[in-house]
């Protein structure tokens, strides 16, 4: 499995922008496609948005549509999620996981995903 470490999660106020960034380690980033969820104080983990392997396809959730957008660069082994226009209710932790099944490669589930990160929390407050 590969490793994951995110970084860049921090306090930010209404309407403001972050971008956090997800580090791989142990096998190549390129064998994966990569995702990124979420999860509030109470609530369920939830889904925000999807990239493939190749970084060509990107699917989101439709409440950060617009807003949110994932990258990666696959020979630095990094993924990438910006955030803009950030609303309060984005406050959350926020995970990225990596799915090495080609075949669920844009799955919304999370039981799709068998490597995860520690999480990064966002906070937007003013």
């Known amino acids: 499995q590969v490793q994951l470490v995110e970084s860049g999660g921090g306090l930010v106020q209404p309407g403001g922008s972050l971008r956090l960034s997800c580090r791989a380690s142990g096998r190549t980033l390129s064998s994966y496609a990569m995702a990124w969820f979420r999860q509030a104080p109470g609530q369920e983990r939830e889904f925000v948005g999807v990239?493939?392997?190749?970084?060509?396809?990107?699917y989101y959730a439709d409440s950060v549509k617009g807003r949110f957008t994932i990258s990666r660069d696959n020979a630095k082994n990094m993924a990438y999620l910006q955030m803009n226009s950030l609303k309060p209710e984005d406050t959350a932790v926020y995970y990225c996981?990596?799915?090495?099944?080609?075949?669920?490669?844009?799955?919304?589930?999370?039981?799709?995903?068998?490597?995860w990160g520690q999480g990064t929390q966002v906070t937007v407050s003013s």
């Open positions: 996981a990596a799915n090495g099944d080609i075949n669920t490669w844009s799955s919304s589930w999370s039981s799709s995903y068998d490597s």
């Open positions: 990239i493939s392997r190749s970084g060509v396809s990107r």
